[in-house]
């Protein structure tokens, strides 16, 4: 049995080496590891980037998932990059911790570190106007500010 790489440190290396090849040995991400795409290439519409941070005692593996989706297939696109996330969450398993911000983003700890699965708000939740506004045109002195549209949104997240 091989012993551990953790060499006095608060989390495992071993571990979360043996997980991100695991992780890759699935086949899940799209393009990760690619260095030098260029993302705005139609060739690379989805990539994912998978790094391993480390800052003295603490450990982070974080995989991103993303797509560069545009046209008539832009919901399709967005689906298959949070079906994606869903998939590496399977994989690994455990419990997670959800956050809703900007990014959907699932959190667990393991092995003495932390594992971050995150992938933008609008490839996995769906957004719905619960209000439109009518602002009227403003004078300031020297300064005009247009009359505007303004919606009131909610984020409506799958589980």
Excluded: Q
């Amino acid at each position: 049995m091989a012993k551990s790489a953790n060499i006095g440190l608060p989390y495992n290396v071993a571990e979360f080496a043996a997980l991100m090849n695991k992780v890759l040995g699935t086949g899940i991400l799209s393009n990760a590891g690619s260095e030098g795409v260029d993302y705005d290439s139609p060739a690379y519409d989805d990539y994912d980037e998978m790094t391993l941070e480390i800052s003295g005692d603490e450990i982070t593996l974080k995989i991103r998932f993303y797509t560069a989706a545009y046209g008539d297939d832009k919901a399709t696109k967005k689906r298959a990059a949070f079906d994606r996330l869903k998939r590496v969450h399977r994989t690994i398993g455990g419990t997670w911790d959800k956050d809703y911000g900007y990014n959907m983003t699932f959190t667990r700890d393991y092995f003495g570190g932390k594992i971050e699965l995150s992938t933008p708000r609008e490839a996995a939740c769906r957004k719905v106007v619960t209000a439109v506004t009518e602002v009227p045109e403003k004078v300031i002195p020297e300064r005009i500010v247009p009359a505007r549209t303004e919606e009131t949104v909610e984020w409506v997240c799958d589980e």
